[in-house]
């Protein structure tokens, strides 16, 4: 973990993040060049030597490197156990590297499911269990296909029960047999069946979750699960339907099902909303924005007092960050130190990123890439006892989030202001008038 870069060696040890473990540069290390981290570093400004980084490493290398965010104290360097997403070691954790390493995959534990918003998904779906059970297992691949049966040591027919394609899988079964194609082509889903027959089913319904809305997956659902049924009632029953009689049938039983658990209560859609302090107290909402393709990060902040009207603002960019949660971070150091050097005391912050409030909450040891910053701004609250700090809504949040989003496209390093730009004008008049 960098602190002043005195006791790492730039090219012998693992101090690069990077999404699975940390790594040692792999660029060649030049005769007679720097062999400290600290030689890549700008003491008096506390900023990384740009030019020598640029000089000594290749493109991706040295971004890698510009986006470890480095502390305007410069302390010592940190050992840190990078499996653990804040640096700290686990039993857990450990236990997948040992496993890892028994089974001679010499990696740390696999990065998030990228599946997740999937598996949200299916479970949350106002479906009948027995639906979100079936299309999940479909996604998981142990549906009792017979693709899946020969690996147990089927030995019967391998074909399709209702084409002639000679391997039944559940890809073929619920989006690539021509009943398939048929039953999800006559019903309003805007979802397309993949073009070629070889793709894996839960990366097609990932897509197909982005796509569309959760009332038009729900029924998307019920139908893929209608498929199996028919399937499974070609293979017992030797009764397969049409896909039109699919269609209709499950239409009308999924309609019944609504029906039948509609609640006679209607929901209430709860609204959060800006809110003014009290007097005597400025409210400061804060946000960033990240592009992961450029690595580029905008930071945005509004103060505002107990009336609604504005007092100033801030726009920043962020020219190197290895993550969203780096650049909500750096946006609320920046709107702290904005709000001390306006000689506020009693200042309410507010963000819509939720791990940024309970990082700050949280009391134990921060020795993530960002732990450095961590600790800078928990000691500014610290110093300052009238400064607070709340998590709140996208919605209550809206002026600090376009503030966030012109800088990220902007080309001015930095921007503040004492009267309201006129493009968030209209944005701070609904706040102060809803």
């Not at 730039?10 to 040692?24: Q, S, V």
């Not at 030049?30 to 003491?43: K, R, T, Y």
């Not at 039953?183 to 089913?201: E, K, M, R, W, Y």
């Not at 017992?236 to 009308?252: H, V, Y």
Request: glycine residues 4%; neutral net charge; hydrophobic residues 45%.
């Amino acid at each position: 973990m960098v602190g002043n870069g005195a006791n790492i060696r730039i090219w012998e040890h693992r101090w690069l993040p990077a999404e699975r473990y940390a790594l040692t540069p792999w660029s060649q290390p030049p005769l007679h060049g720097p062999v400290f981290v600290s030689e890549l570093i700008d003491h008096p400004s506390a900023t990384w030597n740009e030019p020598l980084i640029d000089e000594l490493f290749s493109p991706p290398e040295a971004l890698l490197i510009k986006s470890i965010p480095l502390s305007r104290h410069l302390p010592c360097d940190k050992i840190a156990w990078h499996p653990h997403k804040r640096g700290l070691f686990t039993t857990n954790s450990a236990y997948y590297v040992a496993r890892d390493i028994a089974s001679n995959r010499i990696s740390f534990p696999p990065p998030a499911d990228g599946f997740q918003v999937l598996w949200k998904t299916i479970w949350k779906a106002k479906v009948p269990k027995k639906v979100a059970v079936g299309v999940w297992r479909a996604c998981q691949n142990i549906l009792p296909t017979r693709e899946r049966l020969l690996a147990k040591g089927y030995e019967g027919e391998t074909s399709c029960l209702l084409c002639a394609c000679p391997l039944e899988s559940v890809e073929h079964v619920l989006a690539d047999c021509q009943v398939a194609r048929e039953l999800l082509g006559a019903v309003s889903l805007q979802i397309t069946c993949p073009v070629t027959p070889i793709f894996i089913f839960k990366e097609w319904m990932l897509e197909c979750v982005n796509r569309v809305s959760l009332q038009q997956f729900e029924k998307f659902m019920v139908f893929l699960w209608a498929l199996w049924n028919n399937r499974n009632a070609a293979l017992w029953e030797d009764k397969p339907r049409l896909p039109a009689d699919i269609a209709i049938a499950t239409m009308s039983w999924f309609n019944e099902y609504k029906l039948v658990h509609a609640s006679s209560i209607p929901e209430v859609k709860v609204v959060q909303r800006w809110s003014s302090p009290t007097e005597h107290v400025f409210k400061c909402n804060v946000d960033g924005s990240y592009n992961s393709h450029q690595m580029k990060g905008g930071i945005g902040c509004v103060v505002r007092d107990h009336i609604g009207d504005f007092k100033a603002g801030l726009t920043r960019v962020v020219r190197t960050a290895s993550s969203a949660f780096q650049v909500e971070l750096f946006a609320l150091q920046a709107a702290v130190q904005f709000a001390i050097s306006l000689h506020h005391e009693k200042v309410q912050f507010e963000t819509d990123c939720l791990q940024l409030v309970q990082v700050i909450h949280a009391e134990d040891e921060d020795a993530s890439v960002v732990g450095h910053i961590v600790e800078e701004v928990r000691g500014l609250f610290h110093n300052y006892p009238f400064f607070s700090l709340t998590h709140v809504n996208r919605r209550a949040n809206n002026v600090a989030h376009i503030l966030a989003q012109t800088a990220l496209h902007s080309e001015l390093s930095h921007t503040w202001f004492l009267y309201a730009p006129e493009f968030i004008r209209d944005a701070i008049l609904s706040d102060i008038h809803r």
